[in-house]
């Protein structure tokens, strides 16, 4: 009974799969908006100067990722 209190956490822990590198999907898709909707010129960004956080690792369902 242990076991299984203490495995559940670790087997259903999320795992951070690198996409707030450098160059990774989540910077182009951030670069993107703020281009479309805040109308800046992304070329006036200093991309090696931006830092992209990780606010939280929680899983999310298929369909919302695949929204995304």
Do not use: R
């Not at 006036?44 to 990780?54: G, Y």
């Amino acid at each position: 009974m242990v076991c299984l209190l203490v495995g559940v956490p670790a087997i259903s822990y999320a795992h951070d799969y690198g996409c707030a590198t450098v160059g990774a999907s989540m910077e182009s898709s951030l670069f993107d908006a703020i281009k479309n909707d805040l109308n800046i010129d992304v070329a006036t960004i200093i991309k090696d100067k931006t830092k992209v956080e990780i606010l939280d690792i929680s899983p999310v369902s298929k369909v919302y990722a695949e929204s995304l």
